[in-house]
């Protein structure tokens, strides 16, 4: 093997173990984020709007680790792409939510 040859899968390895590092803390973090979801919707008030926006944001705010984790198990680059825009767009309407939340 060349040494040009070795650099190459050292520096692809270094990528992949980069790109890796980045999934697992978007991972970690996206669970951690479903979590305080789930917490803050159990203090919700036990009336219709609080169960109707409750509801609302339970789904959102869990659905953006359950799509990181759809990405992470992809089977392209273009199936990883289309699951981690879906988490962004539940991420966007869980901040939507929380904002209601916050205003109302």
């Known amino acids: ?48 709007v609080g169960f109707v926006i409750g509801n609302q944001l339970l789904k959102a705010g869990t659905s953006v680790g359950a799509n990181v984790e759809e990405a992470i198990g992809g089977f392209s680059r273009n199936d990883f792409t289309y699951k981690m825009s879906i988490a962004q767009k539940e991420a966007r309407e869980s901040h939507y939510w929380l904002r209601l939340t916050r205003d109302s």
């Open 1 to 48: 093997m060349s040494h040009n040859s070795a650099f190459k899968i050292q520096h692809r390895e270094l990528e992949e173990e980069e790109n890796l590092g980045t999934r697992n803390m978007i991972q970690k973090k996206s669970y951690q984020f479903a979590l305080e979801i789930i917490k803050l919707v159990q203090q919700f008030p036990r009336t219709t």
